[in-house]
Every structure is written in C-alpha cells, then in structure tokens.
C-alpha cells in the first residue's frame, strides 16, 4: 500500500469546485422526450372504439366504456384507462387500428383521489391533451397486417371473351393467412344487416375448422355462397382494419368456407327445436328474402312451400347478378339444401289474385317477397324506339336462356350494379359500351370494385351526362343524344351534390342498343286489390312492423319491396325477421284472417 | 434479530431483505463465530412474481412488458432473448432487416453500459466510498436520457421486439449519444483515483473473495466473475449473436478472482462498451426498415418447437430455454440468469471465513440480480 493510494482519492475534492454534472432539479421537471411513454391521449372523433388497445393490454388495464350512441362502424365504446395497472409498454398505441390512441411526454399528475388515477383519454379533459410529442404511430411497424392478401383474377383481356368467374377464388394458405389479419372487434357484425357471426367464421378459417365456419355461417344465411361471391359487404365498409390499411376480405373468407364442401348438409349441424311441426307458411317469390323465411321455418318443423315465377330460385341473384359472378352451380348448391331441409319449391308458377286468396286460405301465415321487377323509365323522347332496352329485361332475358343480342355498341344509362352488370353482360357479349351516368364516379351507387373491374375490361365511362333524347338514324343505329352537366349543391343539408344540365351542348354517341338501368321499381298486379289495398303504401312500398309483418295480419315481407337498400343481405335480415315474426304468429294459435 | 447457538457459540445474523447493503430484495442468513461467516444461507422470493408462469397465460407479444422486469438495471438482454427465441421458432429471423440488427446490438451495448456504471458504483459503495456511487448513477442517468429517447422510456424499454426493433434511431441520436460518451470517459479517470486508486478499496477487495479457478466450469461461472479468473468466456465472442462477430474487440481478463479484479473487468468493459457503441453508431445503415413486416399479433401462433438461446449480459450469461406448442401463447419459457449461479450457489460456497464486513461487497462483486433467480 503505497502512499499515493492514501492521497489519490483525495481527487475527489476536484469536484467541488467544478459544475456538478448530478442533474438539478429544476431540470429533472422538464418535460418526457419526443416519444415518452407518458399519459395517454385519445382522438375520440378518430377513435372507434374497436377494442384492440383493450385485447392487447396484458396488465388488463384498458376497459371499454360506453360515452356515446353507437353508430355504424363505432361501438360507442372507448378505452378507460387504469394507471394503477398501466406499466406505459404503449401496445394500444401500437395496435391502434385508427391511430386514434397515442401517449403525450407528460409524465407527472399529482391528484390526491386515486379513484381519479382511472379516466377515459379524450373523453375526460386533462391536461396534456392535444400534446404534440409523445409516443404514437409510426410508418414502419405495425402490430396488424395492414395489407389484404391479393384475391387471383382472372385477366381482363381473357375474362370478356368468356362467361367462367373472374374471381378464382383463395387457396386454404391464402384464406388462412388473410383470417388471422382479423382483430375480431366485431364492428362487422353491428354493420352487417343480417348481424352475420363474422369474427367467428373467419377464427375459424384462421384455425381451419372450415366445418365450424361454415356452421357460424349457416346460422343467419342461407344463402352464404352467393353472399360469398356478390355481398354489397357493408361490413368491409366499416372493418377497422381497413381504417389505416385494407378492410379484411370478409366477402372472399365467406365465399371460401362455402366453396369448400360439396353438399352443405353433410357438415352442417342445425341445433334447433322443430317447434313448427303442423304449421303451415307459403313464401311468395323465391329470392334471398323468401328463402331465408323458408330454410329457417323448414328446419323449425314448419312445413313451407315457395312459389317462384322462374324457372329457378334466387330471385334478383339469379336473373339479375351476372354468371361470371355468381354461377349458377353456387345457386343451385343453396337451392339443393333448401329441398333437403324439407321445402317445398314450386318454380315456373306466378301467383295471381285467386291463388293468393287460397294461399292466405290454406296456411298460417303467408310471406311475400317479389322484388323490384319494374324498372323506371328514362322519361326522354325517343325512349319507346325499338332498340331501347332495359338492363333488367336484358339480364333476366340472358340468364333464363333466351337468345340476346345487343349489337356492335351500346350505351348503358345509369349507375348502379344493374348498369355495371348489364354493361358487362354486353362487353362479354361482344358490343363496345359506354356508362353514361349523370353524377360523378364518386356518387356512383354501384360498387368500387365493380366499377373498376368494368374499366379494366374495355367499358367506358361517361360522367355527368345527362341523356336528352334517343333517335333512329338512317342507317338503323341510334343516336343517344346527351348534356353535360355541372355539380350544384344539394337541396337538404346531407343530400348529394345534384347534377344540373348545361344548356346548348349536345353530344352524339351511335350504338345499336340503348340499354336503361335507372332503378326498378315494385309491381303489384298479381296481388288481390283488397290486399294490395292494405299493405303498399302510395309510393309503391310495403310497409312492415319490428317482425316483418304487414297491416294485414298473417301477411309477412321482406326484400326491396320494403327495404330501400335493395341488397341481398338486406333481404336475408328482413327474412331472419319474418322468420321470428311468423313462429311468433303460428305459434299462439292464430291463423290467418282477411279482416 | 440474532440468536446464540450455545453449542457452537455462533452468532445468527440476518442480512437482508432490509439492509441497503444487500443487492435487490434477497436475504442471507448468516452465522458468525466472532466477525468471521462460517456458513450463510440464501433466502429469495420476495420479488417472486411468477414471470415464467406469466408468459405461458400471455399472447407473444404480451410478454415484451414481462421479461423486461426480470432485471430492472438492464432490461434489454432479457428482451433480446426472447425476441430472438421466438424469431428462430416461427422462422422470422430471416426477415429480421439489418438496421434493426444494429440497432439491437447498440441497445444491448448501452444497456450493458448503464448496468456496469450502476455497479462499479456499488462496488465502491458498498465500502462505504461515498461520491463515487452517486457519480456513477448520474453517469448511468446520462445514458437512461439516451434510452428514453430512443425507446420512450427510461428504465423499461420494452423496445426490442419480434422482427427488429419498435421505433427508428431519432434524428440526431449519434451526436446526443457521442456526447453522452465523451461526458463518461471524462469522468472515468477520476472514478480510477477514487476507486481504484483509493487504499481501502484496494485493501478490502484485493485477496477477498476469491473464486477457485476450478469451481468455473463446475458450477457454470460466466460474465465478469470467470474473466476475472482470466478465463475469456464472452457469449459475445464465443457465439456471436447480431452484429458482434462484426466488431472489433477482445475479451476483458483479469488475473486474481477477488473482489478487485472483478472490479478491474467491469471498468475496463464499461471502455469496451463506449467503444463498441461508437464503432455501432459509425456503422449503422442511414436507411432501410427498422422492423420485419410483422403477423397481426393477436392471432400469432408459432409452430410446435424448442430452443435455448443465449447472450451475455452485464452480469454474465442470459439464457432462454423456450418451448412453443403452436398456439399463441408460449407453452414454457425458463430464464437461465447467471444470478441463480452467482447469487445462490456460488455465494453459499464463498460465504465461510469471509468477514461480515466483506459480506456485502462480495454481493455486489458477483452482480446478484434477485428477480432472476426467481423468475
């Protein structure tokens, strides 16, 4: 031990009169880094309450807390957050399906109520709301798979020249890889009419119970394939992983479970008790709505029997939706389990006002659901010339067999899925076709990606074009005479932008077919007037009460002719109603009376 | 709270749970004859919190906020284990990109870093050289500022996850990080007159506490404690994981075993460190992802597997034994801490003929880490 090592610590001493480079405290109250974990902040506007932030919580800190009216794609819910279980590892924020959810750099709260330490960010006030910094979001990690597993195609330039389905549909890998992007907070099944068990059957096509699936989804549709392959799915609309990346491909996951089984009444397993038995229902029109009544009543006991004016079930799915979307084996797949639970299924038949009176004679309760079979005029001169068509005439023409033609070049006028789909008909049936629509594509009612699919095809688009007259021309075509027009605002607050002619521009288009596609509208002559009478209302509706009855007791509806939404989902809900309506009405011993 | 032992005339002495001497929540019970231990007892499970246990009821990711508690000085080690554990077992090491692989290997450095400052700190502490550990703490402050800015926290970092890292290097981080360095190695010389240089350190730690240089492999010895026996086992070099076998360094020995020259390990690799990170820094990619595309983690499940991975940590060896069994929680994880060994094992066998005043130094020298051992 030498005597330096006695002095040496004596260095120490240096310190005293340096800077003290110990932190002081008036610096040790600044603020947190620009990503400090500190309290949470919340866009509440922004947030949708899907309930992510709370699954990932592994301390269970986050609850779930009603603070406004649930809407379409929101809950209502948003997350309350317990800080004495907090431990600031930020997974909400990183979950986030909205980015809604961040931490600010504030990191000191003092508060003498610890019940207090508990509150709802963005909802209660604090003070570190609206904190710029702060741990949030980044471009370049990401807890769920923002991305949608590609669904293969068939090519454009192929898929004209034939009728075979343009979509090809997943492979098991593929379904289960875009199942398991699913975060399972259930805004899809508040937004889908028929509340559909959707985070369910994509759990169980993630785990590859395509069996189990297909039970989820057999409970409230019976018609999954087709929803499978032509579903409006609102329930995308709303995905709350399609907020920040691609809605989950709810349609595809449906349309792979059912692709999966031959003959659905091998794997399906209805536990329902057949309280109907003795009870008798006729179904008037045999599309989503009528056969939703049918199979749940069927496989209740009930003894249905469905009368169909074509010569096969689906209704506006059968004579409406294009083959190359829906084939007919998908349709008669669903129709071959209509039969084996039981239903009676009476095609080719139109019910008129005599039989309409046995029906309400012979059984216990009587559902209706025809559709909208007649479209609306265009109300142009020229509109009766011969050569001015209707979308659903053409369609249904099509698709029952009957020989079709359209020429080298049509026009097809309007913007929906009935003009996507009649002008693909027609580009498939060789003509070159031009949509005029009187909106903007944003207004377009039709489906994005119909209307995408039909540009890639060779279909043009005219838009704000406003058709003025139709006439013959010399060498047979037609000249489909049509307006610009300019965007003016709407009438009522929340309405859409109207379209307004520019007056003194004309423009010319020759085609050989002017094919209409404007909307379609009810038709009631079959219906005995005394009926008819009581149940439509003056604008040509069917008007029903919570469980899809009509004024007239005993008479049930469903389908466009009572919802405006016109989809087939929309139908099967207004089905699953009925359904519960008619046992409800069989089942305490009324029957069916003409007062 | 002592008790005689008539027969032996021994002296029951409880050091611990409650003694600022003691590292962590633990307890040794001791018995003395006259100043001199002849045997102790180690006591633990006062920090149980049933860590491993915690992880087989948690999705993957919801186990990044447990490991890192399972040593508070040094977080990353135990985050790096497992992330890397469960990359091997779902195949997504292959995606993991190279930024995030140097940014990995920065943070295990600066956490390697933090943790022997807070150390060498106790070291001089708990001889009751009273400047030094609070220096030491403010250095190891400097490099938490450089950890809540690049994690967004300062203790618990939750920052290394499946597939890379959670966040970017923020825009001037080398710089602030630079200057950080050069603030700790100004002040290294003159932690070596206090501590190095100062007769009482040097007189308790030289010659106590010697670990025989045969008990190394027998019992499992790693970190600062077997290279202070002057054997070079560094999980760093002898099995490089991330970007190590890319760096320059060599091994820290020290020849003697004691107290002193574990001391002399832990202030040499605390140099080391600082040079590791200034050559990561200076080779870190300016561009490219930071993390792989990752599986949406609330329905991640990972195949049927086993594995056991290991790093070194600034105690010694961190391993993970980890079991998966395709479902989306772990089927079993076990946390192989060099405190186990150092801080039961190895402290029992030291304990007898050593003075209860050198108790507590010994403790620190072999760096326990209690929620280690009981996992």
């Given amino acids: 031990m030498s005597l330096k090592h006695v002095l040496q610590p004596f260095n120490a001493w240096v310190q005293a009169f340096s800077k003290p480079y110990t932190i002081p405290m008036k610096d040790t109250m600044r603020p947190g880094a620009d990503r400090y974990r500190g309290w949470h902040i919340n866009d509440v506007e922004k947030c949708v309450g899907c309930g992510t932030c709370a699954d990932i919580c592994q301390n269970a800190a986050i609850d779930m807390v009603p603070v406004k009216d649930p809407v379409k794609g929101d809950s209502g819910l948003r997350p309350k957050i317990d800080y004495g279980r907090c431990c600031w590892c930020a997974l909400c924020v990183d979950v986030c399906t909205t980015g809604s959810l961040g931490m600010s750099n504030e990191y000191t709260w003092v508060e003498k109520d610890p019940e207090k330490c508990r509150y709802t960010p963005g909802v209660d006030a604090k003070p570190w709301d609206g904190s710029e910094k702060g741990w949030r979001q980044e471009e370049g990690f990401s807890l769920i798979v923002k991305d949608r597993v590609p669904m293969p195609m ?22 289960r890889k875009e199942a398991a992007r699913c975060v399972s907070c259930g805004l899809c099944v508040a937004a889908c009419p028929a509340h559909m068990h959707i985070p369910d059957y994509i759990g169980a096509i993630r785990d590859g119970d395509f069996e189990k699936a297909l039970d989820f989804i057999y409970d409230n549709n019976p018609m999954p394939e087709m929803c499978g392959k032509v579903c409006t799915r609102r329930c995308e609309g709303v995905c709350s992983v399609g907020i920040q990346g691609e809605p989950l491909a709810i349609r595809w996951l449906k349309r792979f479970a059912t692709e999966q089984f031959e003959d659905f009444a091998k794997v399906l397993h209805p536990e329902v008790k057949r309280v109907g ?148 008909v027609s580009r498939r049936l060789g003509a070159e076709v031009t949509i005029a629509y009187r909106r903007r594509r944003e207004d377009m009612p039709a489906d994005d990606e119909e209307i995408e699919d039909a540009e890639a095809e060779g279909i043009e688009l005219v838009t704000q074009s406003i058709p003025l007259r139709v006439e013959k021309l010399e060498n047979g075509k037609l000249d489909f005479i049509w307006g610009p027009a300019e965007m003016v605002p709407p009438d009522r607050p929340g309405g859409r932008p109207k379209p307004k002619l520019i007056e003194g521009v004309e423009n010319h288009l020759q085609v050989d077919r002017v094919i209409v596609a404007i909307g379609q509208k009810g038709e009631f002559e079959w219906m005995p007037e005394e009926v008819a009478e009581k149940v439509v209302t003056s604008r040509g509706w069917v008007e029903v009460d919570e469980t899809g009855m009509t004024q007239w007791p005993g008479i049930f509806a469903g389908g466009d002719l009572v919802n405006s939404t016109a989809d087939a989902i929309s139908a099967i809900a207004d089905g699953l109603k009925a359904v519960e309506g008619i046992q409800q009405f069989t089942l305490e011993g009324l029957s069916v009376s003409k007062s | 709270m002592t008790e005689t032992r008539e027969r032996s005339k021994e002296v029951q002495i409880w050091f611990g749970p409650q003694h600022p001497g003691i590292t962590g929540n633990m307890s040794v019970q001791t018995w003395l004859d006259g100043d001199t231990l002849t045997r102790g007892i180690t006591h633990v499970g006062y920090l149980h919190r049933a860590f491993e246990k915690l992880m087989e009821r948690r999705l993957y990711i919801q186990s990044f906020p447990i490991v890192c508690r399972i040593c508070v000085p040094e977080p990353d080690t135990n985050e790096w284990l497992l992330a890397s554990a469960l990359e091997e077992l779902s195949g997504l090491d292959r995606e993991v990109p190279e930024k995030a692989r140097w940014i990995r290997t920065l943070v295990l450095e600066m956490s390697r870093l933090g943790a022997m400052l807070m150390v060498l700190g106790g070291h001089a502490g708990s001889m009751g050289l009273g400047p030094a550990p609070q220096w030491m703490i403010a250095l190891r402050d400097l490099v938490l500022d450089r950890f809540e800015e690049l994690t967004g926290g300062r203790v618990y970092h939750m920052y290394i996850v499946y597939g890379g890292v959670r966040r970017d290097l923020p825009e001037g981080f080398a710089e602030r990080m630079e200057q950080t360095l050069k603030t700790i190695e100004s002040k290294l010389p003159l932690i070596d007159d206090v501590i190095f240089g100062s007769a009482v350190f040097r007189k308790r730690a030289m010659g106590v506490g010697v670990v025989p240089r045969e008990w190394a492999f027998e019992m499992g010895i790693s970190g600062p404690v077997i290279r202070a026996m002057g054997i070079p086992k560094d999980v760093r070099k002898d099995e490089p994981y991330e970007k190590y076998a890319e760096l320059d360094f060599d091994v820290v020995t020290e020849e003697g075993s004691d107290i002193f020259a574990r001391a002399m390990v832990r202030r040499r690799e605390i140099q080391q460190s600082i040079d590791l990170i200034r050559q990561i820094l200076a080779r870190m990619p300016k561009e490219g992802p930071y993390c792989a595309e990752l599986p949406n983690m609330l329905e991640w499940t990972i195949p049927v597997g086993q594995t056991y991975v290991r790093a070194e940590s600034s105690r010694g060896e961190m391993g993970y034994y980890v079991v998966t069994d395709g479902s989306k929680k772990l089927r079993r994880v076990h946390v192989r801490g060099p405190s186990y060994v150092h801080g039961v094992s190895l402290l029992e066998r030291l304990i007898p003929g050593t003075n209860i005043a050198d108790l507590a130094p010994l403790m620190v020298s072999l760096q326990v880490c209690p929620p280690e051992i009981e996992r």
Wanted: avoid cysteine; hydrophobic fraction near 40%.
């Fill in chain 1, 154 to 175: 068939l090519d454009p330039k192929e898929r004209i020249k034939t009728w075979a389905e343009v979509v090809v549909g997943y492979s098991v890998e593929e379904a």
């Fill in chain 1, 277 to 424: 038995e003795g009870k008798k229902v006729a179904v008037v029109g045999g599309g989503p709505s009528g056969v939703t009544v049918a199979y749940y009543l069927a496989v209740r006991g009930f003894e249905v029997t469905i009368y169909e004016a074509l010569p096969q079930l689906g209704g506006a799915t059968f004579f409406g939706i294009p083959k190359y979307r829906f084939p007919m084996p998908s349709l008669e797949k669903q129709v071959d389990l209509l039969k084996k639970a039981g239903v009676k299924i009476v095609t080719d038949h139109r019910v008129e006002k005599d039989e309409f009176r046995r029906l309400l004679e012979e059984n216990d309760a009587l559902f209706f659901g025809t559709g909208l079979m007649k479209p609306y005029k265009l109300g142009v001169p020229g509109e009766d010339l011969e050569g001015v068509i209707y979308a659903l005439d053409l369609l249904r023409d099509h698709h029952v067999g009957k020989k079709v033609e359209v020429g080298e070049s049509v026009v097809v006028v309007g913007g929906g899925n009935v003009a996507i789909d009649a002008s693909r």
